[in-house]
Structures are given as C-alpha cells and as structure tokens.
C-alpha cells in the first residue's frame, strides 16, 4: 500500500514500573495502515494482558477489512467512521470474552489510537490513556480523560491540581470490555509537518507532569530514544506505581492529498524505511505481550459506574 516518500517514525517502549509484578499494557503499530494503538488493560489473572491485547488486534484487523483499496476507491467508508467501527467491534470481542471465559471475568481496558491519512490524523480514545500534541512549541493534550475525577474537575468540584493527588484518579468511567455498548471520542484535525505526538498511559501521566513531559521531549528532540528513556526514569523515580507505556510519533512531510487515495478516505501513507529501532529489548514491533498483574476491576456501565484502573 505505501509510495515512496518517508512519512512517519515511531518510537515506543512499555515498562512495568516500580510497583507492579507484571505488565498488562500493549502498544502496537501498522505503519501500512499508518495505525499506532496503546492499550492499558485491567483485570485479575491473565485478564489485563488478554484484554490490551485483544484490543489493538481487534481494532487492526478491523480496519485492515475496511480500508481496503475497494473500499477506499468507492468512497463506502470514511477514516472516522472506520475507527470508530473498529473500536466498537473491540470492545464487543473483549466483552463476549469476559462473559464467558470464568478467567477473564471483569477484564477490560483503556485505548487510544491514532490513525493517519490524507493530510490529517484521526484520535480514538476510550478511557484514562492519553494523547498529546506538540506543535510550535506547545504541548497540547487531544483526549479527555474518562475518568470520575476529570469529571469533578469538570463540574469544578475539584481543581487540576486536586486531581493530580486524588484517590480516585484511577477510577475510570469509561473501558473496552465491561459493558457490551461502548462510548468513543473521535476527533480529526489537519496535521503540520513539524507535529509531534505522544500517546501514553496514566503510569507516565500520574508521576510526571505535563511540564515536565514538555521540557524532556524539546530537550531531547530529535533523539526519541533518548526521550523515551528518561521519561520512563522520571516515572520510575517519581514511584513507578503503574505500568509505564508510550509512543513518540515524528512526522518527516506533510501529508498530501494529490499522492494517494481520493479526499474523505484514507490515504496510503507514504514511508521508505522500516521503523527504526528504538530502546534495546522494549520496541515492539506489533503487539507487545506483557505478564498481567493480579488485580481485578469491573463495572456495570462504562459510562455511569467508575471502574479501577489497574
């Protein structure tokens, strides 16, 4: 599916932190498909780990079966139709299996996806894993966390500040898996050949701060490796509580609607080189396998019962 011209690179790592006897993240890329996913699973036995990675397989495969150049040419689907598709399908495969699998009882988990095409990139997110923006300078965070202190911090019953050391932090209002009908945050905007992204789960987010990540990333740019490690070390140093997941994505051109696929579809991204390595034994390639942790969470609704994360 891809020309010639090089398009994105892609950088990740999962930790398991400090706290945790096992990790239960997952982070996977399709560069044809201009795809990275980042799952933050939560569960008892193998459930966490089973739940992530369900997730990004689930929501590849899918839109592996409707992007298709047919498709694409036919103009039947649009980029944020698909994904939101795609998730749906996910959370209906994880929550048929925790329905009757006894072992993956309660099993479910965070997402969040990016997905780029023509001259622009599509978010996906369901849960408390985030997505940040950096352009000109400025860091921006894409998603909304599902979660019942962002909603305090909402209805200013609590200030950011006040979140950031709440006890409910990790209670989440929203997960893949916990309920058969799934809520999803789908948003597209034009991308700048200078943007970066960052998507991450709350192991890196509730020990480090949005500052603190901003000055790390321009400090190091462009060595993404070396970004990723310290700010894995900053987690860890800070108490390493969770696992600690993320991705850094650098865009070398613009994306142009004259080289690929028809406006309002997606576009084959343009790439030339294989995805560099990144942190010696932490890239993945595809879907990172993880250990769970022993440790369960459930709800009855995604939207009104807050579920722990992790």
Request: aromatic share 2%.
């Amino acid at each position: 599916m891809l020309t010639n011209g090089l398009k994105i690179s892609i950088h990740g790592i999962s930790d398991v932190g400090m706290s945790r006897e096992h990790n239960e993240d997952s982070i996977s890329w399709d560069n044809d498909l201009g795809l990275v996913m980042l799952a933050d699973g939560m569960g008892g036995h193998n459930a966490g780990e089973v739940a992530s990675e369900m997730a990004v397989t689930s929501i590849r495969d899918a839109l592996l079966d409707v992007l298709t150049p047919e498709m694409i040419a036919t103009k039947v689907i649009k980029c944020p139709d698909a994904v939101r598709e795609s998730v749906v399908y996910a959370n209906e495969e994880i929550y048929e299996q925790a329905q009757t699998r006894v072992e993956c009882a309660g099993m479910g988990t965070t997402v969040v996806l990016t997905l780029f095409h023509e001259n622009h990139v599509t978010f996906a997110n369901v849960g408390d894993s985030r997505i940040y923006r950096i352009r000109h300078g400025e860091l921006k965070q894409i998603t909304q966390d599902h979660s019942l202190v962002q909603e305090m911090v909402d209805n200013g019953y609590l200030s950011e500040e006040e979140a950031m050391i709440s006890t409910s932090r990790n209670l989440i209002t929203r997960a893949l898996g916990i309920s058969p009908d799934v809520e999803v945050d789908v948003a597209t905007e034009e991308l700048d050949e200078d943007d970066v992204f960052l998507l991450c789960s709350d192991g890196l987010t509730d020990m480090v701060s949005d500052a603190e990540i901003m000055e790390t990333i321009l400090n190091c740019t462009p060595n993404m490796d070396e970004c990723l490690k310290q700010l894995v070390s900053m987690a860890n140093d800070a108490g390493g509580n969770d696992n600690i997941s993320i991705i850094l994505i650098t865009l070398h051109e613009s994306f142009s609607d004259d080289r690929g696929l028809p406006p309002g579809a997606s576009q084959e991204i343009e790439h030339d080189e294989t995805i560099e390595e990144t942190i010696e034994e932490t890239i993945e390639e595809d879907i990172t396998e993880q250990d769970p942790e022993d440790e369960s969470a459930a709800a009855d609704s995604p939207d009104k019962k807050p579920t722990e994360d992790k």
